[in-house]
């Protein structure tokens, strides 16, 4: 309502000043004049004219430098805006590729488990405290109230993320067995030896090595491995793909709204 009655005084302004003062000012050399004018009606409106004209210019070049910081103010703080959600979106996605389950199931499918079970389950055990604090640089980059527009989507994560986590630690604890076996299997060697040759040697240290080390068959271990790669397969499916699709209609609406928001300032 305000801006239409401001449109329709403008309107009203321009109106007088372009056609109603030069009738009065020819209006007024029809009246008698109580003292006489050296200048005719066709030099007062081409003064009046000049004028105008002058005033417009001046009205315009104002217009423009101001349009022209607003603009420059406008497109500063759009970029600033975007290359802040940028790295927003960045984060998050370091976080969702850390998270992913079929990434996550090849540091352990590709190595060669029989050589280097302490490799795997160190390189799952790092995935797992990358993923843990993936997203604790997310509030340098925003303030609390634009944390709002991103806290619904975390939230979505934040369960996905322990669950996977979960399942990282238990693939590495039956990769460390495996290396329990490997030393329960060395001490009972040596045991034998010992036995066998009859030599002089304290067995008490194998023994307590055992012990601290019970033995798990190998393939009880490998098949709680692949049932907890389906696992890890089914979040893939269930969950994980979801997180994606949601990952692109959260930062599509922000950087809409970033958008909207900074055009406020050519008004």
């Known amino acids: 309502m305000k801006g239409r009655l401001k449109r329709i005084f403008f309107f009203l302004g321009v109106l ?17 004049m109580p003292y006489g004018v050296s200048w005719t009606p066709g030099d007062a409106l081409a003064y009046y004219g000049a004028l105008l004209g002058a005033v417009a210019t001046i009205i315009a070049l104002i217009w423009t430098i ?10 500063k703080s759009a970029e600033q805006e975007k290359e802040k959600w940028k790295q927003v979106e960045d984060l998050v996605s370091e976080c969702l590729r850390l998270m992913m389950p079929t990434e996550i199931i090849l540091i352990y499918r590709v190595s060669d488990i029989h050589e280097s079970p302490a490799n795997i389950a160190s390189a799952l055990q790092n995935r797992s405290m990358k993923i843990t604090t993936s997203l604790d640089w997310l509030k340098c980059y925003i303030r609390p109230e634009e944390y709002e527009k991103v806290e619904n989507y975390i939230d979505d994560i934040i369960p996905v993320m322990k669950d996977i986590c979960d399942i990282i630690s238990r693939i590495s604890s039956q990769y460390t067995q495996l290396i329990r076996n490997r030393a329960y299997k060395a001490s009972q060697e040596k045991i034998e030896i010992i036995q066998r040759t009859r030599v002089q040697d304290d067995i008490s240290q194998y ?7 019970p033995f798990v068959e190998q393939s009880l271990v490998f098949e709680k491995i692949n049932e907890l790669t389906e696992q890890l397969q089914k979040i893939y499916t269930d969950e994980y793909q979801n997180l994606l699709n949601e990952k692109r209609d959260v930062f599509d609406r922000i950087y809409s709204e970033v958008e909207t928001q900074t055009k406020k300032i050519l008004n």
């Not at 372009?18 to 009246?31: D, F, R």
């Not at 101001?66 to 497109?75: A, D, G």
């Open 16 to 32: 007088l000043l372009t056609v109603g003062v030069p009738i009065l000012i020819n209006e007024a050399y029809k009246w008698h």
């Open 66 to 75: 101001s349009f022209t910081r607003k603009q420059i103010l406008y497109e």
């Open 207 to 213: 023994e307590k090595i055992m012990g601290e080390n």
